[in-house]
């Protein structure tokens, strides 16, 4: 979610969670401050514990950080837990293309006990599958992952592998090109949750001028959120 309608969208449809990100058209980058706060309020309001998780991600590219930057990740991490999030989304690998672990422990400690999601960094990793028994018994609660595929639909048996390979250490949730008829597949094949942007283009806003870039931007789309949600109960 890029915003504070779609949170209340997917909190009116009951949706289990959210991850609040910016620049979804890279991926998706650390969101502001008063998106964070404004999300960890609505949940409060409507009494839904566990919903508000935060993407920490400094830039767009790869997941190969720096030292400057995994001290930024960890001061986001911080900061996301004192504005009230239940939990954040990270990840990093190394110039050898598997995960970072003293990277994503240094992640779990600034977390200080809240959910720690991996995210699909395990798909650019040169194992997908090995990065799943990597994080086993490591304090992260999930995994977010297509299979290592461009889409949950191409990667669709080795979701079904990482759900074996975790062996109930840690949840694997299915996200990546996800849509409303795919959720019944993802359940087949074991996945404790799936992940969707569930998105459409809208062109309010006005003109962006030469300075602004393209205009129109992306929105929650409420229908989408709603099917999504009473596909997982059904199928669940």
């Known amino acids: 979610?890029?915003?504070?309608?779609?949170?209340?969208?997917?909190?009116?449809?009951g949706a289990a969670r959210v991850e609040l990100c910016?620049?979804?058209g890279v991926g998706g980058l650390t969101p502001s401050?008063?998106?964070?706060?404004?999300?960890?309020?609505?949940?409060?309001?409507?009494s839904v514990p566990?919903?508000?998780?935060?993407?920490v991600r400094p830039r767009s590219g790869g997941f190969v950080y720096d030292a400057d930057e995994l001290q930024t990740i960890a001061r986001?991490?911080?900061?996301?837990?004192?504005?009230?999030?239940?939990g954040v989304v990270v990840g990093a690998l190394t110039d050898a293309r598997v995960l970072d672990l003293?990277?994503?422990?240094a992640f779990?400690?600034?977390?200080?006990?809240?959910?720690?999601?991996?995210?699909?960094?395990?798909d650019a990793a040169v194992d997908p599958l090995g990065a799943i028994g990597a994080l086993a018994d490591t304090g992260v609660r999930r995994v977010l992952t297509s299979g290592g595929a461009p889409s949950c639909r191409a990667g669709l048996e080795t979701l079904a592998r990482m759900v074996a390979a975790a062996h109930g250490s840690l949840e694997v949730m299915g996200g990546g090109g996800v849509r409303?008829?795919?959720i019944g597949a993802l359940t087949a094949a074991g996945v404790d949750a799936v992940h969707l942007s569930a998105r459409s283009g809208v062109a309010r806003g006005g003109p962006s001028g030469p300075g602004g870039g393209a205009e129109g931007f992306d929105a929650t789309d409420a229908a989408i959120v709603r099917a999504a949600v009473t596909a997982a109960t059904t199928l669940g």
């Open 1 to 13: 979610m890029q915003d504070v309608s779609g949170v209340l969208v997917a909190l009116e449809a």
């Open 22 to 24: 910016q620049a979804l």
């Open 33 to 46: 401050a008063g998106l964070i706060e404004a999300a960890v309020e609505a949940a409060a309001a409507a």
């Open 50 to 55: 566990g919903f508000v998780h935060v993407l």
């Open 76 to 86: 986001d991490i911080r900061f996301a837990r004192s504005l009230g999030a239940d």
């Open 102 to 105: 003293g990277a994503i422990a």
């Open 108 to 122: 779990l400690d600034a977390a200080e006990g809240s959910d720690v999601t991996v995210h699909r960094a395990v």
């Open 180 to 182: 409303v008829d795919d």
